[in-house]
């Protein structure tokens, strides 16, 4: 073989070898800030704030700016520098226990959080049916049930295509209805009807009544959870230290619109004492919708409702039990009966587990005589377990900034000390106002209020994986069947 050919061959080899490498997939910073905003915003939340009128833009700013900016920001230099999700950060950043409870609270606040999904789902499907039945905990109990349970059913056996659904339901379940409510809402103002909550510069700032009154902004740090899944696109970007705060401003202006704009509209139309923090959504749509003689859209707009929240549970279902059932199977931290995998590699003793407590949770709406205030309550005990997590995330963050100053990072959060400061404060200051009871639930005992939200989240987010932790096995350890299905 001459020398001409052999350099031949060997460009041919080098070109057959980048061939084989696959370019880097880029994706645009606005691209990032419309997915960040798909995973985030929703109405769900929209009644809530809306019983404060003109003052939930104030109670939906703070958190924005205490809480969701920090964590953006934070979880954005960690998952450039870290793969592995928040369990690999908090291990690296604290301990592999640490680690262990922080990728536990992600999985165990879904317990609480589906009950509250599917108590909105319920409310929303009665106005198809039959309003009456939004009030109706046992109507409500029944639907979490079913719904959860067809969603396992549907996971358990591995069915693809599932997450767009997210996507579709950005636009079905969220921007659709929630342009046609604020639309509508500005044309019912337009035509000379009073607002039914005041709209004056005054009502800018939540009235004070004690401490009690400024517990409902608890529940709008839920609503911005989740920044820490999204934080993981970072390396996607082509100059993330410019890219991604654009891409983390344009999401939280939108987020902010999607969240305030159809709050403000329902309390235009529903009066604060009449909203109910599940059918509230539904109450604004008949009451706008019988204004304009169009009534016959309300039972439309609810299935689009229904819709878009199951797919959002079915892409929820499987996600952060998948990421437990992995790190459990490496260190051993779960008994073996919830390792197991079905046929289709599906962890379906850990779904079905979590579906016996989520039915026992959904009871509660039976239970509880109002139906609204076991939503509260359910949302309030999601939020103090996923706090859990962001604190242990904020110690991790700037631990690893001092411990591992050179390790590579795609993006480094500008005043990172800072940043962790304010979010751990906020997440705090939140987890323990969590504990107050809102000023709507005066006429009860608030030391019941204490001992269910209490017991609920220090008893599942702390109490469950100390146990499980301190009675491990070697034997629970298979770090080798991660890839394999079982029966």
């Avoid at 999601?382 to 631990?399: E, G, H, P, S, W």
Wanted: glycine share 10%; net charge positive.
């Amino acid at each position: 073989m001459s020398a001409a050919e052999g350099s031949s061959r060997g460009r041919d080899a080098v070109r057959a070898s980048a061939k084989a490498i696959p370019a880097p997939v880029w994706i645009s910073w606005i691209a990032l800030a419309l997915m960040t905003t798909s995973s985030v915003a929703s109405l769900r939340p929209a009644p809530t704030m809306a019983v404060y009128g003109l003052a939930a833009v104030f109670l939906y700013l703070v958190p924005a700016i205490v809480f969701l900016l920090p964590t953006s920001l934070v979880a954005a230099e960690l998952a450039s520098g870290w793969k592995g999700g928040v369990y690999k950060w908090v291990s690296e950043g604290i301990s592999k226990p640490m680690g262990f409870l922080a990728i536990w609270c992600q999985f165990a606040m879904t317990i609480f959080y589906y009950p509250t999904l599917l108590g909105f789902v319920a409310s929303t499907l009665a106005y198809v049916i039959n309003p009456d039945l939004a009030s109706n905990g046992v109507w409500t109990a029944l639907v979490i049930m079913v719904c959860y349970w067809a969603g396992v059913f549907v996971s358990s056996r591995g069915t693809k295509g599932v997450a767009g659904l997210a996507s579709w339901g950005l636009i079905i379940g969220t921007l659709i209805p929630g342009a046609v409510l604020v639309i509508l809402g500005a044309l019912f103002l337009g035509q000379g009807n009073p607002s039914a909550a005041p709209m004056t510069v005054d009502n800018l700032l939540p009235q004070w009544a004690g401490l009690a009154s400024l517990v409902l902004i608890v529940n709008n740090f839920l609503s911005y959870s989740g920044m820490e899944m999204n934080a993981v696109h970072v390396s996607s970007l082509k100059n993330p230290g410019k890219e991604y705060p654009r891409a983390i401003f344009l999401a939280m202006g939108l987020v902010l619109l999607i969240f305030i704009l159809p709050a403000l509209a329902i309390s235009w139309v529903v009066p604060a004492e009449q909203i109910s923090l599940t059918a509230g959504i539904m109450q604004a749509f008949e009451a706008v919708f019988a204004t304009f003689d169009i009534s016959w859209l309300t039972p439309i707009v609810g299935i689009m409702l229904v819709a878009a929240s199951l797919g959002g549970m079915l892409t929820w279902l499987a996600g952060p039990s998948k990421g437990l059932l992995l790190i459990s199977r490496e260190e051993g931290y779960l008994p073996p009966f919830l390792q197991k995998l079905n046929k289709n590699g599906v962890q379906q003793n850990l779904l079905v587990t979590q579906g016996i407590i989520t039915s026992i949770i959904a009871l509660g709406y039976a239970l509880i005589p109002n139906v609204s205030s076991a939503y509260w309550i359910f949302s309030v005990i999601t939020t103090q377990v996923y706090l859990i997590m962001y604190l242990l995330m904020f110690v991790a963050a700037v631990r690893l900034r001092r411990l591992h100053p050179d390790h590579p990072r795609g993006y480094r959060a500008p005043m990172l000390v800072a940043l962790c400061g304010v979010g751990f404060a906020a997440s705090l200051a939140a987890l323990l106002v969590g504990f107050i009871p809102p000023s709507q639930f005066g006429d009860s005992s608030p030391w019941i209020y204490l001992v269910i939200v209490g017991g609920g989240a220090l008893g599942l987010g702390l109490l469950v994986p100390f146990l499980f932790y301190r009675f491990r096995k070697p034997s629970w350890k298979q770090p080798a069947a991660t890839s394999g299905g079982e029966s």
